[in-house]
C-alpha cells in the first residue's frame, strides 16, 4: 500500500473504533480490534497497527472511566450519552469527507506519478485505489474469477473494491451510494451550488400550481423520470452482455494478460488529462444533469448505482415506519416530512417499508421525523435498528478493514512493476486490445 492508502486508513480506522466506543458498541470494538490485530499480522508496517490499538484502548479506557469524562471536558463533549437523529447528517458528512479526501489525497498522488512517469520511473508510489476507477476491468476480472478462480494482480484493488460494495449493499442498500461514492457527494455539492445560484423549481412550483394542465405536465414529467431510471439498468445490461455473455473464456485470458489491460488506468488517465471532444460532451452534460436534478447521474446513468440497487434488494436492513408511532397514524396529522427530506422523492410517509431501487440509505427521511423512533433502517417488525454510528462503523470496516486485510493477503497491490509502466507509458497509443 501506499502512503496515501496508508494515511486515508490511518485516519478512518480510529474514526470507526471511536464510533463504535461512543456508540456503546463494546463487543464491536473489541471485534474490530481483533480484526486490527489480523491486519497487523499480515502487514509489514506493525507501528501503524501499535498506534491504532493504542488510540483504541485509549478509547475504550475512556469510555469505562467515567471520571476521565469530568476531568476532561472534551471527552465528555466527544461522547454524547445518545443516539440523537440530527447525528445521521453529522456523520454522513464527516464520512463523505473523509473519503472524498481520501480520495483527493490518492488523486494527487497519481497526477505526481503519471506527471513523473514520462521522465522514467516515478519518485512516488502508483495509489492502487485508482483501479476502483476501472469499471469494465473491474467487470472482467469478476467473470474470471467466478469461471476460472483467477484473482487478476495487474489491477486487483478495483476487483476487491467492487466486490466490498456489493458486500456493503447487501448489507446498508445503496449506502455506498449515500455515503462514499467520490461521484455522488460531487453531484450533490453541484446541485447545492445551483440550487443557491439559480434557485429553480420548477416540479414543486407545478405541484403548488392548480392550473388545469399542471396535473398533466406532471404525469409527463414522471412518466419521462421512470424511462430515464431505466437508462442505468440498459447500461449495466449492455455492459454484463458485453462481458458475460459476449467474451468467451479465452478472450477474457488474453485481454487480463495483454498490456491494454495492464494500461488500463493509464488509458483512463489520457481520457481525462486530454479529453477528445465526445470526452467533455459527455462531461459536461454529466456536470449539468448533477447541477439541474438531484442526484441525476446516480439516477440516471450509473451502471454501479443500478448493479448495487439489484444487490440491495435482498438487503435486510430497510427504512421502516413504525406506524404506532408515525404521527400520520397516531394523531392523524398530515405530515410528510421524511418524504420532502427525501433526495429520490420517495413516498415514505405512505408506505411501511421503503423498498424503492432509488433509496441510498442517505437516512435524511429519518433525520427529518419529528416523532423519536417513527422511522428507521431496521430489520422486518422493526427489529434492530441503525444508528449513525453504527453505519459509519458498517461502511468503514467495509469499505477500509477488508480491503486492508486484502492487503495483507497479496490482494490488493499490482504486480505491474514501474519499469514496465514506463515502457506501457511510451507506447499507451499503440497497444492492442487483445
Ligand atoms: S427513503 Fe430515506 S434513506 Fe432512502 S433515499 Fe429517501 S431519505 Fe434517503
Ligand atoms: S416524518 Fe415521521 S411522523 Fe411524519 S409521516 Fe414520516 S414517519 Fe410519520
Known amino acids: 500500500?501506499?502512503?496515501?492508502?496508508?494515511?486515508?486508513?490511518?485516519?478512518?480506522?480510529?474514526?470507526?473504533?471511536w464510533a463504535l466506543v461512543v456508540g456503546q458498541r463494546v463487543w464491536g470494538a473489541l471485534l474490530t480490534l481483533g480484526l486490527l490485530l489480523v491486519a497487523w499480522g499480515l502487514t509489514l508496517a506493525p507501528w501503524v497497527w501499535a498506534v491504532l490499538a493504542g488510540v483504541t484502548l485509549l478509547l475504550l479506557a475512556a469510555e469505562k472511566l467515567p471520571n476521565l469524562s469530568v476531568r476532561f471536558p472534551v471527552l465528555a463533549r466527544l461522547m454524547p450519552p445518545d443516539h440523537k437523529q440530527r447525528h445521521w447528517n453529522r456523520w454522513r458528512t464527516a464520512t463523505q469527507w473523509l473519503l472524498v479526501a481520501a480520495m483527493a489525497i490518492?488523486?494527487?498522488?497519481?497526477?505526481?506519478?503519471?506527471?513523473?512517469?514520462?521522465?522514467?520511473?516515478?519518485?512516488?508510489?502508483?495509489?492502487?485505489?485508482?483501479?476502483?476507477?476501472?469499471?469494465?476491468?473491474?467487470a472482467i476480472q469478476l467473470k474470471a474469477l467466478f469461471s476460472y478462480g483467477l484473482w487478476d494482480?495487474?489491477?486487483?484493488?478495483?476487483?476487491?473494491?467492487?466486490?466490498?460494495?456489493?458486500?456493503?449493499?447487501?448489507?446498508?442498500?445503496?449506502?455506498?451510494?449515500?455515503?462514499?461514492?467520490?461521484?455522488?457527494?460531487?453531484?450533490?455539492?453541484?446541485?447545492?451550488?445551483?440550487?443557491?445560484?439559480?434557485?429553480?423549481?420548477?416540479?414543486?412550483?407545478?405541484?403548488?400550481?392548480?392550473?388545469?394542465w399542471s396535473k398533466a405536465v406532471l404525469w409527463l414529467t414522471t412518466a419521462v423520470d421512470w424511462l430515464l431510471r431505466a437508462v442505468k439498468y440498459a447500461l449495466l445490461a449492455a455492459m454484463i452482455n458485453l462481458v458475460f455473455l459476449g467474451m468467451p473464456g479465452m478472450m477474457v485470458m488474453r485481454y487480463l494478460n495483454?498490456?491494454?489491460?495492464?494500461?488500463?488506468?493509464?488509458?483512463?488517465?489520457?481520457?481525462?488529462?486530454?479529453?477528445?471532444?465526445?470526452?467533455?460532451?459527455?462531461?459536461?452534460?454529466?456536470?449539468?444533469?448533477?447541477?439541474?436534478?438531484?442526484?441525476?447521474?446516480?439516477?440516471?446513468?450509473?451502471?454501479?448505482?443500478?448493479?448495487?440497487?439489484?444487490?440491495g434488494a435482498f438487503s435486510p436492513l430497510k427504512i421502516r415506519r413504525d406506524t404506532d408511532r408515525c404521527l400520520r397514524n397516531t394523531k392523524g396529522m398530515d405530515c410528510d416530512k421524511c418524504q420532502r427530506a427525501c433526495p429520490s422523492r420517495i413516498n415514505v410517509h405512505l408506505v411501511n417499508t421503503v423498498h424503492s431501487d432509488e433509496c441510498n440509505s442517505c437516512q435524511r427521511c429519518v433525520s427529518a421525523c419529528p416523532s423519536r423512533g417513527?422511522?428507521?433502517?431496521?430489520?422486518?417488525?422493526?427489529?434492530?435498528?441503525?444508528?449513525?454510528?453504527a453505519m459509519v462503523v458498517i461502511i468503514v470496516v467495509t469499505l477500509f478493514v477488508i480491503p486492508l486485510m486484502g492487503a495483507g493477503l497479496g490482494l490488493w497491490n499490482s504486480d505491474v512493476t514501474d519499469q514496465i509502466r514506463v515502457m506501457l507509458w511510451q507506447n499507451i497509443d499503440k497497444l492492442p486490445m487483445f
Open 374 to 389: 417513527a422511522l428507521a433502517s431496521a430489520l422486518p417488525m422493526n427489529r434492530i435498528k441503525l444508528t449513525p454510528l
Open 106 to 138: 490518492a488523486a494527487l498522488q497519481y497526477a505526481v506519478y503519471m506527471w513523473q512517469l514520462g521522465d522514467g520511473v516515478p519518485d512516488v508510489a502508483r495509489p492502487n485505489i485508482v483501479d476502483a476507477f476501472l469499471p469494465v476491468a473491474a
Open 153 to 212: 494482480s495487474a489491477h486487483p484493488a478495483g476487483l476487491m473494491m467492487l466486490l466490498v460494495a456489493l458486500l456493503l449493499s447487501v448489507v446498508v442498500k445503496r449506502g455506498f451510494c449515500g455515503w462514499a461514492c467520490p461521484i455522488g457527494w460531487l453531484g450533490e455539492q453541484l446541485y447545492q451550488l445551483r440550487r443557491r445560484v439559480l434557485p429553480v423549481n420548477a416540479i414543486e412550483r407545478l405541484q403548488l400550481s392548480d392550473r388545469r
Open 1 to 17: 500500500m501506499t502512503m496515501s492508502e496508508w494515511l486515508a486508513i490511518g485516519i478512518a480506522l480510529p474514526v470507526g473504533l
Open 258 to 311: 495483454g498490456a491494454y489491460h495492464q494500461a488500463a488506468d493509464m488509458k483512463m488517465w489520457v481520457m481525462f488529462s486530454s479529453p477528445s471532444a465526445p470526452t467533455l460532451v459527455g462531461i459536461v452534460s454529466i456536470v449539468a444533469l448533477a447541477a439541474v436534478r438531484r442526484n441525476g447521474f446516480c439516477r440516471y446513468l450509473c451502471p454501479y448505482g443500478a448493479l448495487m440497487a439489484i444487490v
